[in-house]
């Protein structure tokens, strides 16, 4: 008898499991690994995304670090015209014309010219580095003084004084 109330024990916790899992108490072991599969998945995608997204922010960062830090204010007149004289020659030259001369001639003539050129105010102790709008080797029918030519960076400086007005 001992052997029959066993098997029947047995017997009735199985039942009960899958009375369980039908009823929806506990989900069946093939759709328990499924969902977790599942899961495992979507972390997977996660951080992949995370890393595709995050790893060029990264990079970015630490390309800016290397950049060196413009100056504010530059300690005298002098060195604020040489950083301009730099910026200046980092672009080439074109070409454009200039009016006639009186004495010289009659016709415009073309003229070769940078790019960028720099200008002191010596009102605001700035240097104004001006860019024309233009592309590098190109010639422009055009008079000079008509080409558009923005300011396209200041070099602000310590005026012997020692303060500006900024």
């Known amino acids: 008898m001992t052997g029959s109330k066993c098997a029947t024990e ?3 916790a199985e039942t009960q ?23 495992a998945c979507g972390m997977f995608r996660f951080g992949f995304v995370l890393l595709l997204t995050a790893l060029p922010l990264l990079g970015m960062e630490a390309m800016s670090t290397r ?7 530059f300690d005298s007149a002098a060195e604020a015209l040489d950083a301009c004289q730099r ?3 980092r672009e080439g030259q074109f070409s454009a014309l200039i009016p006639a ?13 940078d790019i960028r050129s720099c200008e002191a105010d010596l009102d605001h102790a700035l240097v104004l580095g001006r860019r024309y709008s233009v592309v590098t080797g ?20 310590l005026p012997p004084g020692g303060k500006t007005d900024d």
């Open 10 to 12: 047995t017997k009735c």
């Open 87 to 89: 910026w200046r020659h």
């Open 138 to 157: 190109v010639h422009y029918n055009k008079m000079l003084r008509s080409l558009h030519r923005p300011i396209h960076r200041t070099f602000p400086y």
């Open 67 to 73: 950049r060196e830090t413009t100056k504010q204010v």
């Open 101 to 113: 001369a009186a004495p010289v001639s009659t016709q415009a003539r073309p003229v070769q010219t």
């Open 17 to 39: 499991r899958r009375k369980d899992w039908e009823g929806g108490v506990h989900p069946q072991p093939t759709e328990l690994r499924l969902k977790q599969d599942l899961r």
